[in-house]
């Protein structure tokens, strides 16, 4: 149950600090430039966007054998709906200037820093991105930084295109996300790496036996 509890919090967390990101109005981060970019292009929700980008993801994943777990669903799909439903509660204003909005884009990237942690501490499974960042390492051979900077360029440059806002918040956020997580963690004393997590059919057989018992 605390697991649960602590997959759902750190969506949530999660979900906050993209809005956070993107209310930020200086640039968005490299996902957040496509996801606005096919909202804008298809007329739907960012979140909506949000969730269809992820299930593409997750199907070529799955397709290439990789293991996906519960989180990797919740993710995919409550991420979403968190997106949505803080945007459509208005509880956060936009940025009207640039003190604000660093201030809000930087908390935006320590709030999704610490939704990782929660989300990550689970063991419910990896995230689509990271999960399409493994695949790519293992099908390329190219180092795994190399292969996430690869896909953050390419879904920014496709946004861009689409319509999603670049600026300097896209560089501060791909440059700022990975010292914010690395501050974080230190925080918490969390080593990622060390987290085994659990495929859907280890979590079934893991309830099954409890229930049964």
Same mark, same amino acid.
């Given at each position: 149950?605390? %697991? ?7 969506? !949530? ?8 990101? *993107? ?16 909202? !804008? ?50 509880? *956060? ?17 320590? *709030? ?16 689509? %991105? ?17 292969? %996430? ?65």
């Amino acid at each position: 149950m605390i %697991r649960i509890l602590s997959l759902l919090f750190g969506t !949530l967390l999660f979900s906050l600090g993209i809005v956070l990101t *993107i209310k930020a109005n200086i640039g968005y981060a490299p996902w957040e430039v496509f996801h606005v970019g096919f909202a !804008l292009s298809v007329k739907i929700s960012i979140g909506l966007a949000s969730i269809i980008a992820g299930i593409v993801v997750v199907a070529f994943v799955t397709a290439c054998g990789e293991k996906i777990g519960i989180g990797t669903l919740t993710s995919m799909v409550v991420t979403g709906v968190f997106i949505d439903l803080i945007i459509m509660l208005n509880i *956060i204003p936009l940025a009207e200037n640039i003190i604000v909005s660093i201030a809000m884009l930087v908390s935006g990237l320590f *709030i999704i820093s610490v939704g990782s942690y929660f989300y990550i501490s689970s063991a419910f499974g990896a995230g689509p %991105r990271d999960n399409l960042m493994v695949v790519l390492n293992r099908l390329t051979k190219l180092p795994v930084g190399v292969c %996430r900077s690869l896909v953050e360029f390419f879904v920014t440059l496709v946004g861009w295109f689409l319509g999603g806002m670049v600026g300097a918040g896209t560089l501060i956020s791909a440059i700022g996300i990975g010292i914010c997580i690395q501050i974080v963690f230190a925080i918490f004393r969390f080593d990622a790496a060390s987290v085994e997590h659990e495929s859907i059919k280890q979590t079934y057989e893991s309830l099954t036996s409890i229930f049964s018992g």
